[in-house]
């Protein structure tokens, strides 16, 4: 016996060495370095947080799938605070470590440049996902950059003043950077080609002791000139960009202010939090400011919201696009580095770099490109990245989007008829570019309810409301749902809008149009989108007619409250949108724009596009139900189980087939773990497979695949309940009795395994099998029935001497019972016997249910904490001795541990304090109170002090109730007319006003 106990023991324990030394070599063999260089502290730290935080994100996800052919990616962080001198020190403080294969960053354009030249010459690929100056990348083959430079972003600013603003003068305000001076330089060249007049241009150096005055002065003569001043273009870092907004703000200045991306940072959204008018009037400085920004949420794709989601659950934090960027980045370089096949040792460093390099380089059109959440990442010769410019307007300090956006025209010749379309005005001659003149039109939708989900033909009935803002014309009954069953239904209903409002807001007339729609529609509607056991459902559109060029579709997201606190989940639950009766409850809810490419199907509008292929805005709202059901899944971390898969099975055979014992506990033990085992097993390998084959399957592939894992939940406890009836049934009885029939173990496991089929057959394939089992269920309901109490209160027993949640002479709170000592436990009932001396018997089936308070366990010393009310112009710290010296003198509380006295709060009568101190004896819990309440009295009353007691004055009227009737005078009454429910004290003080009144 004990020689097996040792073998069992021995296995254990050797699968636990294997299975942490896979850790331990996971986690701590060899890895690659990634420096990140940016600002960490200073004024630009919350960008700097922003972007490292996005980065480990992601490195997180590939370490926890094995990391880059088995070697960790590791972070190393390097603070530049945003200063040219720092990030060169920084830079050289890289190469001296010679660890990392390649850098991230820098964020200010003029630390790309200084730390650029250290990289160049010690040949250390760079990518910065912010500095937007041409001068960073060029003439500098080593760095690269993920985002537009400040030459599209300025050139758009003057384009957007021009045709959309249609102003024609402007002033220049900007920093002496590299970011604020090349910015003011290319918008002033632009302006210039577009025929405005540059009205003012200072600038300023941001080091500049005088700085604040000499942007005061800007401010001064802004107001003097605001007539002719134009739209103002503030070209400066978010920190400096704070100061100056600030000042035209309170000048009152109505001109329009334009600006780069600086100006979509959190740095720059929350620099407003400490004055005294943001805080009253939430975004009164950012409202109206238009900035030029790479991404703005509420048009971004379903990676970037899913980026989202995962950042501000893991981080609870708002971010901007820098997050994104800078994740999207670290995607870049992730697939660099494995394309590069790179070694990650320290011999082979300068090749990896080398080789790093090479396959950045390589990402030159969007079919090598990396598809992130900002769209796609690739390079053009300069080592730019080639991503469209948004305009951005802020409101109550969110950033969203503009209601018209520019585009450039790639290919002129693909517009049929160029002519009509600039009459039209879908197209705009810019300094001799043509550009789309982009219509954004807002969605939004408050879903009513979700009913009659049939999973099996993949429909479900939704009610919901649907509006739409937007400015100029569209025509909304051309709009085309991808999922509805019905089509002439939902079209019918678009016909008349339940609100339909022109609204002039500022300098904009938007038309503002709500429908109702209810209607059946197919789930799963999202391609390429999978979750293990849950569906899709909701709605996905666009619009038959226009195309991207004219139409983009964003989430409204002020509209229907994304930036609230509250969660969409919690909303929809909270508003019963799915019926909890049907069994499924909300998992997950995102809205989100996406473009998608149909055929032209030849016509002749389309004939000049390229492949022939139309991009369309389409807008989703899907909601991810699943079963309301509990599962073990979400137990097992991911990057656990590969390896707790390996270990479970392999223990799970050697228990099965080697270990062999006689001893009945022996088995249970061995049994036990096999059950442990096979449970791991299956939940570490549907885990594993689901994320493997959601990402190289189709989903109508993975749907049949998941379904083996469904079965072995069926077969696996069959043949565990086979192996427990041969161990602990027939082998002891074939000991006492003789030899078992083989027939009778062989019903009895065919019998195990035909229940497992039926479950199989009802639970996995949802196929009806009531006709097989209608005469045995209806005999097991009658027997069931009959004796449903008794067995219920048996097994509720049984349970309770096997957990022991309470022990005979406990004192106990079964649910809503009084509380009493067990004196007695029996097969169908617990009894108590309750202060009063009677006795409560309360059956086993309800104790089991209840909810139990045992004041013996974990011993018999509990806790009690009365209040104490004392005027509140006694000194806490004198009233606090006096209670604790009054605890201290009872002589029926222990001393171990001490009592405590704590000041509690100050309400409008009294301040409270917390006595606490502990008992040892349950039974004399009143007896105890009393023995404490009377020293308190004694102390209390021995140092001058009264407790305190609630007072409420009472006042009655005749005549009308409310504010009115008492500001007209009304008379009160005499306390002979309605005091029900006075007390004595509030009586006799009514007496004495009415009479004084008298």
Not at 163 to 179: A, C, E, P, R, W
Not at 216 to 243: C, M, N, P, R, Y
Not at 664 to 687: D, P, R, T, Y
Not at 845 to 858: D, L
């Amino acid at each position: 016996m004990k020689t097996k106990i040792f073998l069992l023991g021995a296995i254990i324990l050797v699968a636990l060495i294997l299975f942490a030394c896979l850790i331990y070599l996971k986690m701590y063999g060899q890895s690659i370095h990634i420096a990140f260089a940016g600002p960490m502290s200073g004024e630009g730290e919350a960008a700097g947080r922003l972007m490292t935080r996005s980065i480990q994100l992601y490195f997180d996800k590939i370490n926890q799938r094995g990391g880059i052919n088995g070697k960790k990616l590791i972070l190393d962080v390097f603070d530049d605070e945003n200063n040219a001198k720092i990030a060169s020190e920084q830079a050289q403080k890289i190469v001296e470590e010679n660890q990392a294969v390649a850098v991230i960053g820098h964020w200010y354009s003029s630390a790309s440049i200084s730390a650029g030249k250290i990289y160049k010459k010690h040949q250390i690929p760079a990518i910065t996902p912010g500095s937007v100056n041409v001068k960073v990348t060029e003439g500098n083959e080593w760095y690269f950059r993920n985002i537009y430079n400040a030459s599209a972003s300025g050139q758009f600013l003057a384009y957007y003043v021009k045709n959309v603003f249609k102003l024609n003068q402007v002033t220049i305000v900007h920093d002496n950077s590299g970011y604020g001076s090349y910015l003011a330089e290319v918008f002033e060249q632009a302006a210039d080609g577009l025929g405005m007049n540059v009205s003012n241009q200072w600038d300023f150096q941001p080091d500049d002791e005088n700085k604040d005055a000499k942007l005061k002065h800007f401010v001064e003569q802004l107001k003097q000139d605001s007539e002719t001043a134009g739209a103002i273009l503030l070209a400066t870092q978010a920190s400096e960009g704070i100061a100056l907004v600030k000042l035209i703000k309170d000048a009152g200045l109505k001109n329009y202010i334009i600006s780069g991306s600086g100006f979509s940072e959190q740095t720059f959204v929350e620099g407003f939090n400490k004055f005294p008018t943001e805080k009253t009037n939430r975004g009164y400085y950012t409202n109206d400011i238009y900035v030029a920004t790479p991404l703005i949420f509420d048009t971004a794709n379903e990676k970037a919201l899913k980026f989202k989601e995962e950042y501000q659950a893991k981080y609870d934090e708002k971010l901007d696009w820098s997050a994104a960027y800078a994740y999207d980045t670290a995607m870049v370089l992730v697939k660099a580095i494995k394309q590069a096949s790179v070694e990650g040792t320290q011999e082979s460093l300068s090749e990896d770099r080398k080789k790093i390099r090479e396959a950045l380089a390589s990402f030159t059109n969007i079919h090598d490109a990396v598809e992130g959440t900002t769209g796609f990442n690739y390079f053009d010769e300069n080592r730019d990245a080639q991503k469209p410019v948004v305009i951005g307007v802020y409101k109550h300090k969110n950033l969203v989007s503009a209601l018209t956006q520019l585009q450039v025209v790639r290919n002129a010749n693909e517009i049929t008829d160029l002519e009509q379309a600039l009459l039209d005005e879908r197209v705009l001659l810019v300094n001799d570019k043509y550009m789309y003149k982009t219509n954004v039109v807002y969605v939004g939708l408050k879903i009513l309810g979700i009913s009659d989900i049939n999973i099996t033909d993949l429909q479900f009935t939704l009610d919901f409301k649907l509006w739409f803002r937007f400015q100029g014309d569209f025509d909304i009954a051309d709009i085309e749902f991808l999922n509805v069953i019905d089509q002439k239904e939902v079209k019918k209903q678009l016909e008349t809008p339940i609100e339909d409002k022109p609204k002039k807001k500022d300098k904009e007339k938007i038309t503002y149009r709500v429908y109702r729609i209810k209607s059946r529609f197919r789930a799963d509607f999202l391609p390429n989108y999978f979750a293990y056991k849950q569906h899709v459902v909701g709605v996905s559109f666009h619009h038959r007619l226009l195309t991207r060029n004219n139409l983009i579709y964003v989430t409204d997201v002020l509209g229907m409250g994304h930036n609230q606190e509250t969660s969409l989940v919690k909303r929809l639950a909270k508003n019963h949108v799915l019926n909890p009766a049907s069994g499924w409850s909300i998992n997950r809810v995102w809205f989100f724009p996406k473009i998608i490419k149909e055929s032209s199907a030849g016509d002749p509008d389309y004939l000049n596009v390229s492949e022939g292929i139309i991009e369309y805005s389409q807008f989703n709202a899907a909601i991810q139900i699943k079963k309301d059901q509990f599962t073990l899944q979400g137990l097992i971390p991911y990057q656990y189980t590969s390896h707790l898969m390996v270990v479970s099975g392999i223990l799970f055979l050697l228990l099965t087939f080697f270990v062999k014992s006689k001893q009945i506990l022996n088995k249970f033990i061995i049994w036990s773990f096999q059950v442990i085992c096979a449970a791991l097993w299956l939940l570490s390998g549907e885990i594993l497979f689901a994320d493997w084959l959601a990402e190289n399957t189709s989903t109508h592939q993975m749907k049949y695949i998941i379904k083996v894992f469904d079965i072995l939940w069926w077969l696996v406890p069959a043949f565990l309940i086979n192996v427990a009836s041969e161990r602990f049934i027939w082998t002891p009885l074939e000991e006492r009795l003789g030899a078992i029939p083989n027939i009778i173990r062989h019903f009895f496991a065919l019998l195990v395994y035909f229940i497992a089929i039926i479950g199989i057959i009802v639970f996995v394939y949802e196929q009806q099998f009531t006709s097989l089992l209608a005469a045995s269920g209806m005999i097991a309901m009658v027997i069931g029935l009959a004796i449903q109490i008794n067995i219920s209160n048996v097994f509720s027993g049984i349970m309770i001497n096997m957990e022991r949640p309470f022990r005979l002479g406990d004192w106990i709170k079964i649910g809503e019972a009084e509380e009493g000592e067990v004196i007695d436990i029996n097969w169908r009932a617990t009894r108590l016997k309750g202060r009063d001396g009677c006795i409560l018997s309360l059956p086993n089936s309800i104790a089991a249910e209840s909810v139990i308070v045992n004041y013996y366990y974990p011993d018999e010393v509990y806790w009690l904490w009365p209040i104490v009310y004392v005027p509140p112009r006694h000194p806490p710290a004198r009233v606090k001795k006096i209670l604790l010296d009054a605890l201290l003198s009872a002589n029926k509380i222990i001393k171990d541990p001490a009592p405590i006295v704590f000041f509690k709060e100050i309400n409008e009568w009294a301040a409270s304090y917390w006595i606490a101190f502990c008992a040892d004896d349950y039974a004399a819990k009143y007896f105890i109170l009393e023995d404490v309440w009377t020293q308190v009295w004694f102390h209390l009353s021995t140092a001058g002090i009264t407790p305190a007691i609630m007072r409420q004055e009472l006042h009655i009227f005749k005549g009308e109730k409310g504010m009115s009737s008492y500001t007209k005078g009304a008379n009160p009454i005499g306390p002979e007319e309605d005091v029900l429910g006075s007390s004595p004290f509030e009586m006799k003080a009514l007496a004495s006003k009415n009479t004084l009144a008298g």
